[in-house]
């Protein structure tokens, strides 16, 4: 087997005891959606096109056709994004942005490889202080992150990559769970 499907068949195999947490996020999130609450996403280059990717799978479809729901990639407003990093410096970026568009029980989902990107942990943390769930995809614990935010999903993976596919992963069966309560 290929080096690097055999690094993703370890780290599927170590992710696969979370899919109970994985249909229990599915759950509540559907549960926020259908209410008409909102899924606010954050994550740095690899992880803000996984980021990007969910968010566009919930406006527009995963699998049904069934309404859009309110789903937002907060590195996605390039002109909020550069502002926000002229004005009040890079690690504001997400927070800002948590804070004019979180609600009481909305989710906030954080995607970094890492577990240390400073803009994603300052996001959390707001997220946390404004009423927000706050659930985080991570590379190898413990890591700030997934110590931060309510819940963790972290992957035990050296490789970035490895750590990108198995998130990308954990989204759409994130997906799944909620099309499939939602239906």
């Not at 959390?124 to 706050?134: E, M, P, W």
Request: net charge negative; aromatic share 4%.
């Amino acid at each position: 087997m290929h080096p690097h499907l055999a690094r993703l068949r370890t780290a599927l195999t170590a992710v696969d005891p979370d899919t109970p947490k994985i249909y229990a996020w599915g759950c509540k999130l559907a549960g926020v959606l259908i209410e008409g609450g909102r899924l606010l996403v954050c994550g740095n280059g690899g992880s803000a096109a996984e980021a990007q990717h969910l968010t566009a799978e919930l406006v527009g479809r995963y699998r049904a056709d069934r309404r859009p729901y309110a789903a937002i990639p907060l590195h996605g407003d390039t002109s909020a994004i550069t502002a926000i990093g002229n004005d009040f410096g890079p690690d504001e970026v997400f927070a800002r942005q948590v804070h004019a568009h979180g609600r009481p029980g909305d989710v906030l989902m954080c995607l970094s490889t890492s577990g240390t990107s400073r803009n994603v942990l300052a996001a959390a943390d707001t997220a946390r202080g404004c009423g927000l769930t706050t659930w985080a995809l991570t590379g190898p614990a413990p890591n700030p992150l997934a110590e931060l935010c309510d819940e963790a999903i972290a992957v035990p993976a050296s490789d970035t990559a490895t750590v990108q596919e198995v998130h990308l992963t954990v989204i759409h069966m994130l997906c799944d769970v909620i099309e499939k309560a939602c239906a």
